[in-house]
């Protein structure tokens, strides 16, 4: 018997994906909540009981990035936060018959690029969807190079750059001038 509480307490063999599937999956909706998936996940295995954070961290994670996984508005919104997760069909088979061990490769739709960006079409054109009106900085003096600050700086004096002998002193750098007055700091 203590090789089962044993068992019970180490980490299950299964991926943050598999342990989300297998939760909506076994919802009698087929969808569930955030807080339902964490909820599915340590009643299931008691490892997760311990560490909350970093697991639902974890969770939350491979929710937002994996495409199996559909985020579904609740219905009248409201005072009720958070939505539904629930699985793509097109993933239904994703685990090979059935073992959350064993990850099918899938193959991925190709996903056109979003509708304000199309390739060969800048977005700054007109013809380009969403039309996008160039930047100050980009438009008339910057591409003239009238723009002041494109301007080098205008030279310095040799002379002011330099202490004594033209040999840096050991403090910052100063420029020599006379002092008002020709008191004895003038030289």
Aim: hydrophobic residues 25%.
């Amino acid at each position: 018997e203590p090789e089962r509480g044993k068992e019970e307490l180490s980490k299950p063999p299964y991926s943050y994906v598999a342990l989300i599937a297998m939760a909506i999956r076994e919802s009698a909706e087929k969808r569930l909540t955030l807080s339902g998936i964490y909820q599915y996940i340590i009643s299931k295995f008691p490892f997760y009981e311990k560490n909350k954070k970093g697991w639902q961290n974890s969770i939350r994670h491979n929710l937002s990035l994996n495409e199996c996984f559909i985020k579904v508005p609740r219905e009248g919104g409201g005072e009720r936060k958070g939505n539904y997760w629930t699985l793509d069909p097109a993933c239904e088979d994703m685990f090979e018959k059935g073992n959350y061990r064993r990850r099918r490769r899938m193959k991925r739709p190709f996903r056109p690029p979003p509708t304000h960006f199309q390739p060969g079409k800048t977005l700054f054109s007109p013809d380009s969807y969403g039309y996008l009106s160039p930047p100050k900085y980009l438009q008339s003096t910057f591409m003239n190079n009238s723009w002041p600050l494109a301007q080098p700086p205008a030279p310095m004096p040799y002379a002011s750059c330099q202490i004594g002998g033209g040999r840096p002193g050991p403090g910052p750098l100063l420029a020599s001038r006379p002092a008002p007055g020709g008191g004895p700091a003038s030289r």
